[in-house]
C-alpha cells in the first residue's frame, strides 16, 4: 500500500497519504467509517470536530469541475460551489472533501514550493475529464509541467460494483464515448461496468506524469463497506472526509 498507511486516532479509523520529504509539513488524512464520522452532520461539527485550530475550507460539492483557492474568505461558515480546492502554505487554512464512492484525489508539486490541489472526482467528473482539467490549471498557476507532478488516488468505488445503464441516461451515453476502452467493460448493448480509477490514471499518464509519482489505493469502497461509506450500499448522508493543511 505505497503511498497510504491505515491507521486510527483514538476509535476512529483513518486512512493517512504519505508523502516524499519535499513536501514536508503537509497533512492529509482521510477519516473512514467511524465514531468520529457519524457524528459529523453539518459543517458546524465538521469544523468543531475536524479543525478546531484552523479555519477550515469545506466547498459544496456538486459533481462538477470548478477550482476553489483556499483562503480565510472562503472558509467556514462560507461554502462555494467547487470540486476542487487548491492549498498552498501561506493560505493559513485547513480543506476538507466528502467522499462515499466517488474518488479522492491529491495532486502535489515541490517545484519551487509544496502546493496542493485536492479533488472530489467521481462518474460525471471522469466523464467530464476533471483531471486532465485540474492539472491542466495546475501546470499553469504553479509554472510546472505534468512531470514534476505527483498524485495520490483512492479510495473510491471499483468496476466491480459500478454499473451503469445508458436508456435515457445521457451520461453515460457520454461515458462510452469518453472513457478509455480498458475501463469499460460491455455487458449489454447499453449497460456496463466503468473503472472511474483507471480512467482517472489514463488521464494522469496522458498528462504527463510519471508512473512511479501515482500512487493508487484501488480499495472498493462498495466491497470494503465495513471500513469505507458507499453511497451505493445506502450510506446517504454519511461521508468520509478528507482532511489536509500545511503545519
Not at 116 to 129: D, E, N, P, R
Not at 140 to 164: F, H, M, Q, S
Not at 172 to 201: C, H, M, Q, Y
Request: hydrophobic share 40%; aromatic share 10%; proline share 6%.
Amino acid at each position: 500500500m505505497e503511498g497510504f498507511q491505515l491507521d486510527r486516532q483514538g476509535d476512529q479509523p483513518i486512512l493517512r497519504y504519505l508523502f516524499p520529504p519535499a513536501f514536508r509539513g503537509f497533512s492529509a488524512t482521510l477519516y473512514l467509517r467511524g465514531a468520529l464520522t457519524e457524528q459529523i452532520d453539518a459543517s458546524e461539527s465538521a469544523k468543531e470536530l475536524l479543525s478546531p485550530e484552523l479555519p477550515l475550507v469545506m466547498p459544496l460539492q456538486v459533481h462538477g469541475t470548478d477550482i476553489l483557492m483556499a483562503d480565510l474568505a472562503c472558509s467556514l461558515p462560507e461554502r462555494r460551489e467547487a470540486d476542487g480546492v487548491a492549498i498552498s502554505r501561506t493560505a493559513n487554512v485547513a480543506v476538507a472533501l466528502q467522499f462515499a464512492d466517488c474518488w479522492p484525489i491529491i495532486l502535489g508539486t515541490s517545484t519551487p514550493e509544496p502546493r496542493f490541489l485536492l479533488l472530489h472526482c467521481g462518474f460525471k467528473g471522469a466523464v467530464s475529464h476533471f483531471v486532465t482539467k485540474a492539472l491542466s490549471w495546475a501546470c499553469k498557476e504553479w509554472g510546472v509541467d505534468g512531470k514534476d507532478i505527483w498524485a495520490w488516488l483512492g479510495p473510491g468505488i471499483g468496476p466491480c460494483c459500478y454499473t451503469r445503464s445508458a436508456t435515457d441516461d445521457p451520461w453515460t451515453k457520454r461515458a462510452f464515448k469518453s472513457f478509455p476502452s480498458k475501463a469499460v467493460n460491455r455487458l449489454s448493448e447499453n449497460s456496463a461496468n466503468f473503472d472511474i480509477a483507471g480512467a482517472i490514471k489514463a488521464e494522469l499518464r496522458q498528462c504527463g506524469l510519471v508512473e512511479n509519482r501515482i500512487f493508487a489505493l484501488r480499495e472498493c469502497t462498495s466491497c470494503n463497506n465495513d471500513i469505507f461509506y458507499s453511497y451505493r450500499k445506502g450510506d446517504v448522508g454519511r461521508r468520509m472526509i478528507l482532511v489536509a493543511f500545511f503545519t
